[in-house]
């Protein structure tokens, strides 16, 4: 191409495939974009203002080298930031809000829209996202645990399945006895320690019933567990809800598709959990409560970290 805007980026080669060109685009592919068109219209990061990004992107080390400098770029020019934990996380898909807003923030950057960049949080769209449709099969040849393809409409079904088996309050004092073998979700919630210092279990409370649930829809190897955008939360993914800390205080699974409100302006979606009950904490069963996420968090809020095991 003339401009060379797709340079690096993993559809270079694929402008004449239709198919291709119209699928999503990672955070790190849209970091590339932009600062290919960004450097050809003469506004590059300095060398330094890089570096000073490079030192507040926790993931950097695990940045594949060939995205590297355009994460650093467009995190020092404000373009694409990353999350409450410092990470940029380029792996994520950007859905059609994020993505408008990051061209927006380039084109305030350039001065093509009047105005200055403000900086506002990185993954809040501009305009309320209307929920897409279902997602198709996931073109993978795994299936769920029913055998069915990996849809949201097949994961809602094997939710219902499993709400009727376990109503709302009912005891989870047993726990998930199979829990030390869920290899998938005990990979996911070891990453983060509680406020005493342990780490969740995948057989008893809230951890043991988020392992029980996942399994119960993906099984317990084979759809390894991924960190994604809050903003992209679906049925079935595991929540992790950490303190201003960054600690674990609480796991649960999504039970509908994130959205975004915006009169509070946090992000909102509904989850099953094992919540503790009584002065024993005997565990029970809650389905739909509904959670949220505070799209500007405080040192002192707690913040939900959604890790999804939906083929990749």
Known sequence: MANQALNNTSFAD??????????????????????????????????????????????????????????????????ITGYSDGSFSGEVTMNRGQAAVVIYRMMQYSGNSGGNITNPDPETPAEPETPSKPSQPEQTGKTLTNGKPVTEANILELLSELQAKYPDHTSFVNGYPNGTNSTDVRAAVRLYKTVNGRYANTHSGCGGW?????????????????????????????????????????VSIVTSRAWHNDECQWTEFTTTDGNPTGPNNTYEIIWDERNSDWDNPQPSDWTAVIWTRYPN
């Open 14 to 79: 694929d402008t004449d495939n239709v198919q291709e060109m119209s699928r999503s685009i990672s955070r790190y592919d849209m970091a590339q974009l932009i600062t290919n068109i960004m450097t050809r219209q003469g506004f590059p990061a300095s060398s330094s203002d890089k570096s000073a990004a490079i030192a507040k992107i926790t993931d950097y080390n695990n940045i594949p080298s060939q995205y590297r400098d355009a994460v650093a770029n467009v995190y020092a020019l404000g373009i």
């Open 210 to 250: 988020a392992a029980l649930v996942s399994d119960y829809i993906f099984g317990q190897t084979g759809f390894p567990a991924r960190k994604i955008a809050t903003a992209n939360a679906r049925p079935g993914d595991i929540c992790m809800t950490l303190n201003g800390n960054g600690e674990l205080e609480h």
